[in-house]
């Protein structure tokens, strides 16, 4: 991890010296985490997309505030995050309704495990065997996840999909971290209930 | 401990996360317990299957699109912190009004201004202000900037009131001698002109209110950078800010770009639910004049600090009204001063043409949820010798913005912006000719490649709400260390 650090603030670094192409480096890097980060936070692959870019740009043109005592995708999750979360609120305030689209993301479910971006600790896709299977208990899981409040959401997304810290989701949702423990065992125990019938069905929880 | 009180830890334990001290305790209770060992398997059981979601592929074309806008992006400053795209000033338009009764205020805050607190008052007749002077359609000037630092600048004035002196210098070219295509400066020129004989009618030309506040940004956002490294409390990197701005405003990095020019509009609301409806309302009742638009966004921190202290301050400032006219710039800064915990704010942009934007802002202001920050400003109580204060006070830091060729930081190292340390500007010049007030608009320095300014002289409209429920936990600082 620290290697990766280092990295990071190298290309920062080159960054702030007048090199733009070496964000690419960054983007490279943390662009498909946010992505998915914001993908699962809204539930709509243009929104997300739309988003993550914005987030990263805004990482940009801010560069000069960042600072290095935190790991860079932790600024750029709390940036992707307010962003999702103007969204989230202008939907809701449009609609009345807390934004159900996560249904979108669980039909256009992205296939077996490809992964664009560099490798994730968490990213662990169905083989070829599982693909049916999975696709399905993904689809179920999305919409587990679409049901949840934006704040524990947020929590079980950044812990159990990006693999954050409790201390990093901390500062990137801009609460302490006994909250974050407390989010994330409630946003849990709410995705049981409404997996557990399903797992019943499908054999038990994996 | 109740196994409920024992809940949250196991989640902590199934995560790693929990202290050395409280494992053993726990471990102990799970030798002991059989439903938290069960509790602890299904916790397990549902983060590995979340973990074992497919990740999502990147879209096609991703990291192109991302570095294509990091393009055109201004470039970050590592010396002073640049901000995101928030402009750190912003314009308040008192009255808005085309017509002869219009008083365009602009309060600059942000990049430390506390030293300097511009405040430009006009009086339709004073017409005192240079901004009138730096281009009617200020907006759309900067478009023909941005596209051609042509004449079309100075045909632009013609459209305010006392355009007509103003016509004369305007006609000269910009110093800078930027190149671009006159065209779109000339269709500025023409509907400015139109504009002064319609009373501001929105086609085409920039109405005189627009121009006028226009200018006057053009003008702050060059005063803006004075200051520069300017501490305000709450953030350093507030100074960049200005600087950014500037830069923001005029060098749009080494890559040229279409970068519409943008305006900040702030609006006040009950709560930003409320006010997010009445701007959604707004933009569904007029769908005519919005280009485009974006998703509403949360603000940085930089950008909630900005607005929480703009916010306080007006409050604050009321209370100056006597001091004020002692010294309003003292005053001004003082209730800048009494800055609490940043507030939050949404913000929306939508892409506006040039000639749409005081229709869009009417349209805003007739939405009884939204209290245009013009009305904040006219309870200011601000009294003519306060204004007159301040009118003389920005233009005498107006005339400090001569642009003078210079490169990187466009209207900081031109203006004589000394936030970025591209320029100094240490002593006030005398009050700017109307040439020098005209390239106050101007983007920098001479032999940028003009950039494009946008589709048909489109300008972004960076609707500001600020209500005063917004909880500053939602606006995590990434700026800041870890905890």
Request: overall charge negative; charged content about 30%; glycine content about 10%.
């Amino acid at each position: 991890m620290a290697a990766d650090r280092r990295a990071d603030e190298e290309a920062i670094d080159r960054v702030l010296s007048g090199d733009r192409d070496a964000f690419a480096v960054l983007v490279d890097r943390h662009g498909p985490r946010v992505h998915g980060a914001l993908l699962r936070m809204l539930g709509d692959p243009e929104a997300a997309d739309d988003l993550a870019q914005e987030a990263l740009v805004k990482a940009y043109t801010a560069l000069g505030t960042f600072r290095k005592g935190s790991a860079f995708y932790t600024w750029l999750y709390a940036i992707a995050l307010n962003l999702a979360r103007s969204e989230f609120r202008r939907r809701k305030s449009l609609k009345g309704r807390p934004a159900a689209s996560l249904d979108a993301a669980a039909a256009g479910d992205p296939d077996d495990g490809r992964s664009n971006g560099p490798a994730e600790p968490t990213a662990r896709g169905p083989g070829p065997v599982e693909a049916a299977s999975g696709r399905e208990d993904a689809e179920r899981v999305h919409r587990a996840l679409a049901a949840l409040d934006e704040e524990f959401r947020e929590a079980v997304v950044l812990r159990d999909l990006e693999g954050l810290s409790y201390e990093e989701i901390a500062e990137a949702t801009g609460v302490p971290a006994g909250t974050v423990r407390s989010r994330i065992h409630r946003g849990r125990a709410l995705l049981r209930e409404r997996l557990v019938p399903e797992a019943d069905r499908a054999g038990g929880a994996r | 401990m109740t196994c409920a009180g024992w809940a949250e830890r196991i989640t902590a334990l199934v995560d790693g996360e929990l202290p050395a001290g409280e494992r053993a305790d726990l471990e102990r209770h799970l030798a002991a317990c059989a439903a938290c060992r069960e509790a602890r398997e299904a916790e397990e059981a549902v983060a590995a299957r979340l973990r074992a979601l497919p990740r999502a592929p990147l879209p096609a074309g991703f990291s192109a699109s991302v570095m294509g806008r990091v393009a055109a992006a201004p470039a970050p400053d590592a010396g002073t912190a640049p901000r995101a795209r928030v402009i750190p000033y912003w314009v308040f338009l008192v009255g808005g009004s085309a017509a002869a009764a219009a008083v365009v205020a602009m309060v600059m805050v942000g990049t430390g201004p506390p030293r300097e607190m511009h405040v430009a008052g006009e009086k339709p007749e004073a017409s005192a202000l240079p901004q009138p002077a730096a281009g009617p359609g200020p907006v759309m000037e900067r478009a023909a900037l941005d596209d051609a630092k042509a004449p079309a600048a100075a045909a632009a004035p013609t459209a305010l009131p006392p355009a007509k002196a103003r016509t004369a210098p305007a006609e000269t070219p910009p110093p800078d001698g930027g190149a671009g295509t006159p065209a779109p400066a000339e269709k500025v020129a023409e509907k400015e002109k139109g504009s002064r004989e319609d009373e501001g009618e929105v086609p085409g030309g920039g109405k005189r209110g627009e121009a006028k506040f226009e200018a006057a940004k053009e003008a702050l956002r060059d005063g803006a950078d004075r200051p520069g490294e300017d501490k305000v409390p709450g953030g350093g990197e507030r100074a960049p800010a200005a600087e950014e701005a500037t830069a923001d405003a005029e060098d749009r990095g080494p890559a040229p770009a279409p970068e519409p020019p943008r305006l900040l509009l702030f609006y006040k609301a009950d709560t930003l639910a409320k006010g997010q409806d009445a701007v959604e309302k707004a933009l569904v009742s007029r769908p005519d004049l919005v280009a485009g638009r974006k998703a509403w966004r949360g603000t940085t921190a930089s950008e909630s600090d900005l607005v929480g202290r703009l916010r306080e301050g007006l409050e604050g400032r009321k209370q100056d009204a006597t001091a004020a006219v002692a010294d309003p710039d003292r005053a001004l800064r003082e209730a800048l001063a009494r800055i609490g915990a940043a507030g939050s704010e949404k913000v929306l942009e939508v892409r506006v043409r040039a000639g749409d934007v005081e229709a869009f802002r009417g349209a805003l202001s007739r939405s009884p949820a939204l209290v245009e920050a013009t009305a904040l400003l006219a309870s200011l109580d601000l009294d003519d010798a306060v204004l007159e204060e301040m009118r003389r006070k920005f233009r005498t830091l107006s005339g400090k913005d001569a642009p003078a060729g210079t490169g990187g930081t466009g209207f900081a190292a031109g203006g004589g912006g000394s936030g970025s340390g591209a320029g100094t500007e240490p002593t006030p010049p005398p009050p700017p000719t109307p040439e020098q007030l005209r390239r106050l608009a101007e983007p920098p320095p001479p032999g940028r490649p003009a950039p494009d300014p946008g589709a048909g002289g489109e300008v972004v409209l960076e609707i500001h709400l600020l209500a005063p429920a917004a909880p500053p936990a939602t606006a995590p600082k990434p700026a800041t260390p870890p905890k």
